[in-house]
């Protein structure tokens, strides 16, 4: 009785893995944004980094990085542009004179150990992470929010717009929103290196324009 009692936690344990797993091969969305992303990496190779214990997705122009490890991804932004725009740091606790910070955590008993490959991982963190995920039409861009006031993006397909058929000229983008920067003394349209505009979203079932701090890139 006492050995019928120790196996069946285990069979439950086993089971409800089992259930995590085939749930994660039926979302159709997470496993073709793992696949648009993996396209993002070889067109943009991430790097592995032992200090840091994830990997890294750096922007061709150094000024942003997208980390991924085992049970969070962060986003992180190179200040000086900012700062020179009129953003006080001191006004924003999570970010500091080098870096603006962003990160989102999900723990999940699955994806306790660093992957083999940036693919593979970020994959495994979509788990825990499926309810920041989305779908931006007006771009054919997946998004992954990220902290409170970013996201990352990258496209469905680097060559073309799979609605519209036209070149994807925006392959990843790092995306901020400006409201709280602004608020700690952010001229938006100041900032070096980043474009301050309008963007096409899907927000309570309308369409509006929202006001986005951009950072695109075409990688094909």
């Known amino acids: 009785m006492r050995v019928f009692k120790r196996i069946l936690p285990l069979f439950y344990l086993a089971a409800l893995l089992v259930a995590l797993s085939a749930c994660a091969a039926l979302d159709v969305v997470a496993n ?9 990496l070889e067109a943009l190779p991430a790097a592995f980094s032992d200090e840091e214990g994830g990997w890294f997705l750096t922007a061709p122009d150094g ?19 900012f700062i020179d725009a009129g953003l006080n740091v001191d006004e924003r ?16 008993m699955l994806n306790m150990n660093v992957k083999a490959s940036a693919k ?27 902290g409170e006031g970013a996201a990352f993006e990258w496209a469905k397909n680097l060559k073309k ?7 994807q000229e925006k392959d990843i983008v790092f995306v901020l929103d400006p409201e709280p920067l602004i608020a700690a003394g952010l001229d938006p349209e100041k900032v070096e290196g ?17 006001w986005k701090l951009l950072k695109a890139f075409d990688l094909a």
């Open 63 to 81: 000024a942003a990085k997208l980390q991924i490890q085992s049970q969070c991804v962060v986003l992180r932004v190179d200040a000086k542009p």
């Open 32 to 40: 073709d944004a793992s696949r648009a992303f993996g396209d993002v």
């Open 93 to 108: 606790p999570e970010h500091n004179p080098d870096s603006l910070v962003f990160s989102t955590l999900g723990f999940d």
């Open 161 to 167: 717009h799979s609605v519209s058929g036209a070149d």
């Open 120 to 146: 593979e991982q970020f994959a495994s963190n979509l788990r825990p992470l499926r309810s920041k995920l989305g779908y931006h039409g007006a771009m054919d861009h997946y998004t992954l929010q990220i």
């Open 194 to 210: 980043w474009s301050y505009a309008a963007v096409p979203m899907e927000q309570d079932g309308q369409m509006k324009e929202v």
